[in-house]
């Protein structure tokens, strides 16, 4: 094996460990006393029919609370779109 | 078109299908802000709707309903109604992005909060389905079409 191979593995499997390692630390799925749920998400449950209208609060949540997420996720696609027109056309003759 | 029904099941099909399908995408556009769905997943239905054609009829049919200048304006284009949205709520005092500012007449601005979400989702739709069927034409191209493989001569479809 070369050594630049061996340097790799030794990198991802040190670096899978430290990361197995976080994941015990993590809590369980779905857990209600979890940050990620104590947090923002009771207040969109509770808030967003009245903030926004919108009967669905994930789209309550996409593009009203998070909506420069959106934007920019669509100017990603948008450029990811140029990004395979510039790869892939050919050029005129 | 000189082999008109080549494959008659696929072109059958598609031709039953495709109306479904495209209603089916502008469905889920509009209605992605009261039930799942959105501008991304109702972009994506609506580009493989289109796709499903081409890939059905031969690029070179579906490039006379759509030309691709009018696809890649529509990508750019539902940037830019998204971007508008939100620039346009400035324009009325209020933060970017902040739909309840915008000047609609409606009861209550939560209405108007609502209405430009859905705005914004039909921008997002846009750019997803311009973006699909632009890059289907390109891998197309890349490989050359039917009347290059044929070894007729063809300028190419991008010099029309």
Same mark, same amino acid.
């Given at each position: 094996?070369?050594?630049?191979?061996?340097?790799?593995?030794?990198?991802?499997?040190?670096?899978?460990?430290?990361?197995?390692?976080?994941?015990?630390?993590?809590?369980?799925?779905?857990?209600?006393?979890?940050?990620?749920?104590?947090?923002?998400?009771?207040?969109?449950?509770?808030?967003?029919?009245?903030?926004?209208?919108?009967?669905?609060?994930?789209?309550?949540?996409?593009?009203?609370?998070?909506?420069?997420?959106?934007?920019?996720?669509?100017?990603?696609?948008?450029?990811?779109?140029?990004?395979?027109?510039?790869?892939?056309?050919?050029?005129?003759? | 078109?000189?082999?008109?029904?080549?494959?008659?099941?696929?072109?059958?099909?598609?031709?039953?299908?495709?109306?479904?399908?495209?209603?089916?995408?502008?469905?889920?556009?509009?209605?992605?802000?009261?039930? $799942?769905?959105?501008?991304?997943?109702?972009?994506? *239905?609506? !580009?493989? /709707?289109?796709?499903?054609?081409? %890939?059905?009829? &031969?690029?070179?049919?579906?490039?006379?309903?759509?030309?691709?200048?009018?696809?890649?304006?529509?990508?750019?284009?539902?940037?830019?109604?998204?971007?508008?949205?939100?620039?346009?709520?400035?324009?009325?005092?209020?933060?970017?992005?902040?739909?309840?500012?915008? $000047?609609?007449?409606?009861?209550?601005?939560?209405? *108007?909060? !609502?209405? /430009?979400?859905?705005?914004?989702? %039909?921008?997002? &739709?846009?750019?997803?389905?311009?973006?699909?069927?632009?890059?289907?034409?390109?891998?197309?191209?890349?490989?050359?079409?039917?009347?290059?493989?044929?070894?007729?001569?063809?300028?190419?479809?991008?010099?029309?």
């Amino acid at each position: 094996m070369k050594p630049l191979k061996l340097l790799a593995l030794i990198t991802v499997l040190i670096t899978a460990f430290f990361l197995m390692y976080g994941v015990n630390e993590m809590p369980d799925w779905g857990n209600s006393s979890a940050p990620a749920s104590t947090h923002v998400s009771p207040y969109y449950i509770q808030h967003s029919q009245d903030d926004t209208d919108a009967p669905n609060f994930v789209s309550a949540v996409l593009a009203d609370y998070r909506g420069f997420d959106t934007l920019f996720e669509t100017t990603v696609i948008f450029c990811a779109g140029m990004a395979c027109m510039m790869l892939l056309r050919k050029k005129k003759k | 078109m000189t082999n008109r029904y080549e494959n008659l099941i696929i072109e059958f099909f598609c031709r039953v299908i495709a109306p479904v399908v495209l209603l089916f995408g502008v469905y889920i556009v509009f209605h992605g802000e009261a039930s $799942p769905g959105g501008g991304f997943q109702g972009g994506v *239905i609506l !580009g493989s /709707g289109y796709i499903m054609l081409a %890939i059905a009829y &031969g690029i070179d049919f579906t490039l006379k309903r759509i030309r691709e200048r009018i696809i890649l304006f529509l990508s750019g284009f539902g940037v830019f109604i998204y971007g508008g949205i939100g620039a346009a709520c400035l324009l009325w005092h209020g933060n970017f992005l902040d739909y309840g500012k915008l $000047p609609l007449p409606l009861a209550h601005t939560n209405a *108007i909060r !609502g209405l /430009g979400i859905m705005g914004i989702e %039909i921008g997002v &739709g846009l750019t997803v389905m311009g973006v699909m069927v632009s890059i289907y034409y390109d891998l197309i191209v890349a490989g050359g079409n039917q009347k290059e493989n044929k070894g007729e001569v063809c300028d190419g479809i991008l010099s029309r």
